[in-house]
């Protein structure tokens, strides 16, 4: 039996057309996370590898990127904290205000972060239950955040650089003076995770029974152990005892539920 000549070329046609409609996410391959430096002024970071691709935001010169894919000559980035990312706001439950802003908790698994405040937008990344986001605004029905490490643009790779190798910065080593001795601070309170934060290392936070907040610096796979816990903290304080949320160094933690 003879195969038709217009069948075939339907077939390979259909096959090509297939190829082509399958997603930058599916097809961009994975490399080893890199830091990379944007080489020009006012870049688009766009929603999917192409040029006629949704723009997500505008990246500044010099600004850094953490580059976790590639697909072909664009490179699957991790969003920039300026990226604009939106969540519904009957999916999260806030949980407090603090220097920050305010937190709020993901309610399901796999929630969907959105370019705009609407269904029909494209979807950024999706977060996972129990985690903890940073709030920057809010609309009517959708709260727009700080970018989840799981969500994702794509830059042009003309416009991005690796990072330079950061030498570690040599200081001279002073002279050690042993502090007084001082009374041990003793708080209780549930342990939960600070948020978006500057860079540093408090990572959380205890909250007291009477909604004192303290921040904590300490072992942070001790305290992420103990996240949303009851538990006894043992330390000092690190700077005065009188600020609005006084850091306290963890020397002894103690669950207490």
């Known amino acids: 039996m003879r195969i038709k000549p217009c069948f075939i070329f339907l077939s390979v046609w259909l096959f090509i057309t297939g190829i082509l409609l399958i997603p930058a996410s599916v097809l961009a391959e994975e490399l080893p996370p890199f830091t990379g ?42 969003l920039p904290k300026q990226a604009p990312a939106y969540v519904s706001k009957e999916l999260v439950e806030c949980v407090d205000s603090g220097a920050a802003g305010k937190s709020c908790k993901i309610l399901k698994d796999r929630v969907n972060i959105r370019l705009e405040p609407n269904l029909s937008s494209h979807i950024l990344g999706r977060a996972d239950q129990n985690e903890i986001v940073t709030i920057v605004s809010e609309t009517q029905d959708w709260y727009k955040i700080i970018p989840i490490a799981n969500s994702y643009g794509w830059i042009h790779k003309k416009f991005v650089s690796k990072a330079p190798a950061e030498e570690p910065v040599k200081v001279a080593e002073k002279p050690k003076v042993e502090p007084p001795a001082e009374e041990p601070v003793v708080i209780e309170g549930v342990i939960q995770p600070h948020g978006f934060i500057f860079t540093g290392a408090v990572s959380h936070k205890l909250i007291t029974k009477d909604k004192k907040i303290f921040l904590l610096k300490g072992d942070k796979t001790a305290l992420k152990a103990l996240n949303h816990r009851k538990a006894k903290v043992t330390g000092s304080f690190l700077g005065r005892a009188d600020q609005k949320y006084p850091t306290v160094e963890v020397k002894i933690l103690e669950a207490l539920d």
């Open 37 to 78: 430096l944007v080489n020009e002024e006012d870049i688009n970071i766009r929603f999917d590898s192409t040029v006629g691709a949704s723009i997500i935001c505008v990246a500044a010169k010099g600004l850094k990127l953490e580059v976790v894919g590639e697909n072909y000559d664009w490179y699957k980035i991790r």
